[in-house]
C-alpha cells in the first residue's frame, strides 16, 4: 500500500527481541500450567507399564463407576439439551419483559461452588431434609443413591447447552423462520427444518462441553453421592478413592480417560469455531 | 414483514412462546431456583444472631480470608499472563500457535477432580517441579502456594479468552496514529491498548476470581486441607457436612450464595461496560 501506511505498519511492530521475549514467556507458562499437568496424567498411567494400565479395568469398582458416570451424562445431557433449546427459542426469538434477568439466572449454576449444589440437594432430599421422611415412607433414595448423582450433575450442566444456543439463535433472528412460516410451513417443520440446521454447530459444541462436565463432575457429586465403591461411585470420586489409597498408578488410569475425553471436547471445539468461521485469527 | 432481528412478540408470526418459555421457567425452578431457595429458608430457621455467630466463627473467618486471597493472587496472575497470552496468540506467528491456542481452554475441559491430583503430583515432593523447589526450600504442595497454583490453573483461559477477541477486533489505526504522533510502543500499549482491553482483563478477571471462590475439586488434592491454614471455605462446607451439621454448613453455604450473586451482579454490569 502507500508508503505512509507502510511507515505505520513498521511503527506498530515491536522490535524481534521484545517478540521473541514475549512468545517465550508464554509458551513457557503454557507450558507450564496447560502442558505439564497433561503429561503427569499419562505419564504416571503408563508408568509401570501397559499391563498395569489395562489391569486397572478389571478392577469392579472402577468398572461400575465408569458405568455410573455414563449413565449419569446420558440423563443430564438430554435434558440439559431439551432445556437449552427452549430456552434459546424463547429468548433468542421473542421479546419479553425480564428476559435479561432470566438469561442471569439461567448463568446461575455457573457462579454457585459445586458444593453448595450438592447441599442444597441434601438439604431437600437428605434424612434430615425438607422431603426425607417423606421419601423414607416411600423407600425412594435419592441422596447416597443414584437419583442425586443425577440431579446433582443436572444442576452443574444446567446452562452450557443454552449458553452455546444462546448468541447463536440471536445473531440469526427471525427472518428465515418467518419466511418458512408464510409458505406454509408448520412450528415443529419450521424448527427442525430450518432453525436447527442454522444452529447445529453451536448445539453440538454445547453438547460436548455439557457431556464433558457432566462426567467430570466431582464436587457436587461427592457430597450428594455418599462414595460407595461400586454403588455410587463416578468416575471422578473413583480417582479420588484410588489416589487416597496410594493406589497412584490406578487412579492415573481412570483419569486418562477423561482427559481424553478433555481433550475430544477441545478438538470439537476447534472444528466447530473453523466451520462456524468463528473467531477467526 | 422482517424487521430485523428484534421483533415485537405481539408483532412475530414465530410460534412457540407460551410452550418454549413454559419450559424454560418450569425446569428452571425445579432444578435450580427452588433447590436454591431451600438453603435461605434453612438457614432462615437459625435466627440472625446465630447465623452471624456462625459464619464468623475463627475458623470461617480464616477460610474466607484464604479462598478470597489465592483466588485474587490468582486471578491476578492470570491477568498479567492471560494478557500477554491473549497478545502472543493474536499478534504474533510462530510454531505450534493453533495448538497452543487449542490448548488454552483445557482448564474448562479437564475434570477438576484429574487436574486436583495431577497438580498434587507435579508439584508434591517427588514431583517434576516440586522437588526442584523443594531444594529451593518452597514447599509448593500442601501449602498455600499450591492452592494459588491450582487456582491459577483453573482461572487460566477466562482472561485469555475475554481480551482475545478484543484484541482481534482491534483497528490498528490507533496504534499507527499513536506511532505517526511520536508514541513509543511501550507508549502506545499502555496509552492506547491497554485502556481498549481494561474491560475485558476486568471481565475475566472477576469471572476467574469468582470461580476460584467456589472452586473445590482441583484445590483439595494440593491443599493439605489443615483448618485454620489451608481449608479453603467449599472444603470447610464439606467437613461440617460429614459431621452432619447441617446448619453451620448451610449458613456458610448462603454466606457463599451471597457472594456469589454479588460476583454474578458484577460480572454483568463488567459485560455491559466492555461491550459498549
Redesign the interface.
Known amino acids: 500500500m502507500s508508503a505512509a501506511?507502510f511507515?505505520?505498519?513498521r511503527?506498530?511492530v515491536?522490535?524481534a527481541f521484545?517478540?521473541r521475549l514475549?512468545?517465550a514467556?508464554?509458551?513457557v507458562?503454557?507450558f507450564?500450567?496447560?502442558?505439564?499437568?497433561?503429561a503427569?496424567?499419562f505419564g504416571?498411567a503408563l508408568s509401570q507399564g501397559i499391563g498395569m494400565f489395562f489391569n486397572t479395568f478389571t478392577d469392579a469398582g472402577t468398572q461400575s463407576s465408569i458405568w455410573l458416570t455414563l449413565l449419569a451424562a446420558l440423563v443430564a445431557v438430554p435434558?440439559n439439551t431439551?432445556?437449552g433449546l427452549?430456552?434459546a427459542?424463547?429468548?433468542g426469538?421473542?421479546?419479553?419483559f425480564g428476559k435479561s434477568a432470566?438469561i442471569?439466572?439461567?448463568?446461575?449454576?455457573f457462579?454457585?461452588?459445586?458444593?453448595?449444589a450438592g447441599?442444597?440437594?441434601?438439604?431437600?432430599f437428605?434424612a434430615?431434609?425438607?422431603f426425607g421422611p417423606w421419601l423414607q415412607r416411600h423407600n425412594i433414595h435419592i441422596i447416597f443413591a443414584v437419583p442425586g448423582i443425577v440431579?446433582a450433575t443436572?444442576?452443574v450442566t444446567?446452562p452450557f447447552v443454552a449458553r452455546e444456543l444462546l448468541p447463536m439463535m440471536?445473531?440469526?433472528?427471525?427472518?428465515e423462520?418467518?419466511a418458512a412460516?408464510?409458505l406454509g410451513a408448520n412450528?415443529w417443520q419450521?424448527?427442525l427444518k430450518v432453525t436447527l440446521p442454522n444452529v447445529k454447530w453451536a448445539l453440538l459444541y454445547g453438547i460436548i462441553?455439557c457431556n464433558?462436565r457432566a462426567?467430570?463432575?466431582?464436587?457436587a457429586v461427592?457430597?450428594v453421592s455418599g462414595r460407595i465403591e461400586g454403588l455410587t461411585n463416578t468416575m471422578?470420586?473413583q480417582?479420588?478413592l484410588l489416589?487416597s489409597d496410594y493406589r497412584?498408578v490406578a487412579?492415573?488410569t481412570v483419569?486418562t480417560l477423561?482427559?481424553m475425553?478433555?481433550?475430544v471436547?477441545?478438538?470439537v471445539?476447534?472444528i466447530v469455531e473453523w466451520r462456524t468461521g468463528e473467531?477467526q485469527? | 414483514m422482517a424487521v430485523g432481528s428484534i421483533a415485537f412478540k405481539q408483532r412475530t408470526i414465530v410460534p412457540g412462546f407460551g410452550l418454549s418459555l413454559g419450559f424454560t421457567m418450569f425446569y428452571l425452578c425445579l432444578i435450580v431456583l427452588i433447590p436454591l431457595s431451600a438453603a435461605f429458608v434453612k438457614s432462615s430457621t437459625l435466627g440472625w444472631a446465630q447465623f452471624w455467630h456462625i459464619v464468623t466463627t475463627a475458623r470461617a473467618m480464616d477460610s474466607y480470608e484464604l479462598s478470597f486471597g489465592a483466588s485474587f493472587l490468582a486471578a491476578a496472575i492470570n491477568l498479567v499472563f492471560g494478557i500477554l497470552v491473549a497478545w502472543v496468540l493474536v499478534r504474533y506467528q510462530f510454531p505450534f500457535r493453533k495448538l497452543l491456542d487449542s490448548l488454552v481452554d483445557l482448564p474448562f475441559a479437564l475434570p477438576t477432580a484429574v487436574a486436583g491430583i495431577s497438580l498434587a503430583t507435579l508439584y508434591g515432593p517427588h514431583g517434576w517441579l516440586g522437588a526442584p523447589l523443594l531444594s529451593l526450600g518452597i514447599h509448593a504442595a500442601y501449602s498455600r502456594i499450591g492452592i494459588v497454583i491450582a487456582l491459577t490453573f483453573v482461572g487460566l483461559p477466562f482472561i485469555v479468552r475475554t481480551v482475545q477477541p478484543v484484541l482481534e477486533d482491534l483497528d490498528k489505526e490507533f496504534e499507527e496514529a499513536a506511532a505517526s504522533l511520536g508514541a513509543g510502543r511501550w507508549q502506545t500499549f499502555t496509552r492506547v491498548l491497554l485502556p481498549t482491553i481494561t474491560p475485558a482483563a476486568l471481565t475475566g478477571f472477576a469471572l476467574a476470581f469468582a470461580r476460584g471462590i467456589g472452586e473445590y475439586g482441583s484445590v483439595i488434592f494440593i491443599a493439605g486441607n489443615l483448618p485454620m491454614r489451608t481449608e479453603i471455605t467449599p472444603l470447610l462446607i464439606v467437613t461440617e457436612l460429614e459431621e452432619f451439621h447441617y446448619a453451620d454448613a448451610t449458613a456458610i453455604a448462603v454466606a457463599m450464595l451471597v457472594v456469589s450473586f454479588v460476583m454474578l451482579f458484577a460480572i454483568n454490569a463488567l459485560q455491559k461496560w466492555s461491550a459498549r
Open positions: 501506511e511507515a505505520g505498519t511503527s506498530t515491536e522490535p521484545v517478540r514475549l512468545i514467556i508464554a509458551v507458562f503454557l507450564l500450567f496447560l502442558f505439564l499437568p497433561l503427569v496424567v504416571t435434558w431439551v432445556f427452549a430456552a427459542w424463547a429468548i426469538k421473542f421479546e419479553f432470566l442471569t439466572l439461567i448463568d446461575l449454576p457462579s454457585v461452588s459445586p458444593v453448595v447441599l442444597v440437594y441434601v438439604l431437600l437428605g434430615q431434609g425438607y440431579l443436572i444442576f444446567f440471536q445473531a440469526q433472528g427471525n427472518d423462520e418467518e412460516l408464510t412450528g419450521t424448527f462441553l464433558a462426567m467430570g463432575e466431582f464436587g461427592q457430597v471422578p470420586l480417582i479420588e489416589y497412584f487412579a492415573y483419569a477423561l482427559a475425553l478433555a481433550l471436547t477441545l478438538v471445539k476447534s473467531r485469527a
